[in-house]
T-cell receptor, first 116, second 107 residues
Framework: DSGVTQTPKHLITATGQRVTLRCSPR?????VYWYQQSLDQGLQFLIQ???????AKGNILERFSAQQFPDLHSELNLSSLELGDSALYFC???????????????FGPGTRLLVL | KNEVEQSPQNLTAQEGEFITINCSYS?????LHWLQQHPGGGIVSLFM???GKKKHGRLIATINIQEKHSSLHITASHPRDSAVYIC?????????FGTGTSLTVIP
């Protein structure tokens, strides 16, 4: 158990809908990362937050948005869902540092999203 | 062109064999990550290294920053090592992932 929790575990929805995925980092961790893993594209980095502020942005679509709240939990919002958004969405956390140095990341169990 | 290349893509080994997985990258990085993903889907970070070698139990990771190459070794492999191993190269605002090496260790 990494200490990172994600809800829900599974989500089935329809095209055009909007969903919110939630992540609670390990106690004390300031950095949160979001990743998407699909069968055809493998793991992709979406976005990173550090202490409430966006730090790095990867391949996140405009239809997707995220935020990190004052209690450090994070949410990933996916809207106007398409079939191709079906994937495993992982959240990870790390201790966090102001310089942005690389750190070991602890991964949550993932949310499996199926868009029908 | 992929920024991170892993080899082999698939690997089957007999229990007890010494295993090597290779990762080459083309981007400039300060550190490289090795991840393990089990059949159930969960991901565990095995190593983060920026130079030299790290060891954890039967796992050893090495990196040569100048040659942009890293290897993950498993000594005395065991069926419970069966998983997908993924290397990740973070640079700037991006993480580049290898496509993974699927390892099966047969008893």
């Amino acid at each position: 158990d990494s200490g990172v929790t994600q809800t829900p575990k599974h989500l089935i929805t329809a095209t055009g809908q909007r969903v919110t995925l939630r992540c609670s980092p390990r106690s004390g961790d300031l950095s949160v990362y979001w990743y998407q893993q699909s069968l055809d594209q493998g793991l992709q980095f979406l976005i990173q937050y550090y202490n409430g502020e966006e730090r790095a942005k990867g391949n996140i679509l405009e239809r997707f948005s995220a935020q990190q709240f004052p209690d450090l939990h994070s949410e990933l919002n996916l809207s106007s869902l398409e079939l191709g958004d079906s994937a495993l969405y992982f959240c990870a956390s790390s201790v966090g540092n102001r310089r942005g140095d690389q750190e070991t990341q602890y991964f949550g169990p993932g949310t499996r999203l199926l868009v029908l | 062109k992929n920024e991170v290349e892993q080899s082999p893509q698939n690997l089957t080994a007999q229990e007890g064999e010494f295993i090597t997985i290779n990762c080459s990258y083309s981007v400039g990085i300060s550190a490289l990550h090795w991840l393990q993903q089990h059949p159930g889907g969960g991901i565990v970070s095995l190593f983060m290294l920026s130079s030299g070698k790290k060891k954890h139990g039967r796992l050893i990771a090495t990196i040569n920053i100048q040659e942009k190459h890293s290897s993950l070794h498993i000594t005395a492999s065991h069926p419970r090592d069966s998983a997908v191993y993924i290397c990740a190269a973070p640079t700037g605002n991006q993480f580049y992932f290898g496509t993974g090496t699927s390892l099966t260790v047969i008893p």
